[in-house]
């Protein structure tokens, strides 16, 4: 009795627990619904995979042609919720289409800019960059800062936004005019305590426990790519370090092999010791039998998404910035993540984001969910993730 209800809770919790091809445990997957859980549906893209084909067509230039328009004139792009485009074109509109190249049958408007994706990218990295390799009263200024590819500007949050505070920024960091400035937030981090039962937790719940484990959630089953491939799940950093132990109310699921917070990621990899009980798998958790794709997709701005999390359950929203960096409440600055939408709550942190075509009834894995910041929800991108734990889908 207690071993079914173990893992049931574990159900609640995994983003995706069970076999998911015809090549695993013929098993009926156990299906439990968290009655705190959002029963809103999946939110689907279907109206906007044109337009995201457009802006990665655009993103990766194949010609030396196409890298020239796309450094001179390409200032962005952004989709509305029909799938309709804005391209934003430093100086002559003309080149609007020049950029696009071929035809298609996406509604196109293209908008006159100051600046150039390029030039805005650069200042990011020039940011970033200083922002890793110092530790002066400027660094610890800085809070956050991402290119708004619908205002073509960078935003730098500041903790300090006086007049004398901002002149310290320009005169050692950056006296861009494409720069803005704005009030500043600390960053919050969403893992949780344990209140109606154990979901990716840190420490064991036993008959002695007085206090409530703290837990977060899974993204998704991954494997490792060199070795013996053993299989797992991916969470996020901040919850898990190396050689943490994850448990699942009484049971020990796996141990942390691996623990990123650096760089572009906030991500860990868990392998899981007993699949007999614990079987990594690539369905949602509450909506057998949706199954999340073994493909990974960087969405544009503008973009519908969903998120999934121990907490919050199902929630949607939509891709306001892609490349946008944050400082952690521990000081490291964590680079080239995706700011959102969508809702989160305390203990989805390492949920899954992930985008939804009904028509083909895909739903691709997007990113890693990591946290709050003022009005964005930031997360992880997965290919990066899976690319820096060395990891593959499966």
């Known amino acids: 009795m207690k071993k079914s209800v173990i893992i049931s809770l574990f159900v609640t919790v995994v983003a995706t627990l069970f076999a998911c091809n015809n090549n695993e445990s013929s098993r009926s997957p156990l299906v439990f619904v968290a009655p705190t859980f959002n029963p809103a549906e999946e939110v689907s893209m279907d109206a906007q995979v044109e337009a995201n084909e457009i802006l990665t067509e655009i993103s990766e230039p194949k010609t030396s042609k196409a890298l020239s328009l796309y450094d001179k004139y390409y200032g962005g792009g952004f989709m509305d919720e029909d799938g309709n485009l804005t391209i934003m074109v430093k100086g002559d509109t003309s080149f609007g289409p020049k950029i696009i190249g071929k035809k298609n049958s996406v509604k196109v408007k293209y908008q006159k800019c100051k600046y150039s994706l390029a030039e805005l990218n650069a200042i990011v990295d020039t940011l970033n960059d200083y922002a890793i390799h110092n530790s002066n009263g400027v660094k610890a200024n800085m809070s956050a800062w991402g290119v708004s590819e619908e205002d073509n500007i960078v935003e730098v949050y500041l903790y300090d936004t006086s007049y004398a505070a901002v002149q310290e920024f320009k005169e050692n960091v950056s006296n861009s005019k494409a720069i803005i400035f704005l009030q500043g937030v600390e960053f919050v981090e969403e893992t949780s305590y344990l209140y109606a039962g154990a979901k990716l937790s840190k420490a064991p719940i036993t008959d002695t426990t007085t206090m409530e484990p703290v837990y977060g959630s899974y993204a998704f089953r991954a494997r490792e790519k060199f070795g013996t491939h053993r299989v797992g799940m991916v969470t996020a950093a901040h919850v898990l370090s190396v050689n943490d132990s994850a448990y699942m109310a009484y049971d020990g699921v796996g141990v942390c092999t691996q623990s990123v917070l650096a760089g572009s990621i906030d991500g860990a990899f868990v392998v899981v010791s007993d699949t007999t009980n614990f079987t990594p798998s690539n369905y949602l958790s509450g909506a057998y039998p949706d199954c999340l794709s073994i493909s990974t997709s960087l969405p544009g701005t503008g973009t519908i998404i969903n998120m999934r999390g121990a907490t919050s359950g199902h929630t949607s929203g939509s891709i306001k910035k892609t490349n946008y ?40 894995t997007v990113g890693v969910h990591r946290g709050l910041y003022g009005s964005y929800k930031v997360f992880s991108k997965a290919s ?5 734990l060395n990891l593959e889908r499966y």
Do not use: F
Request: proline share 2%.
């Open 325 to 364: 960096t944050i400082v952690t409440p521990s000081g490291v600055t964590l680079t080239n993540l995706t700011a959102a939408s969508y809702g989160s709550a305390q203990g989805d942190s390492g949920g899954i984001i992930y985008t939804y075509v009904s028509s083909t009834s895909t739903r691709y």
């Open 384 to 388: 990066n993730v899976l690319s820096t």
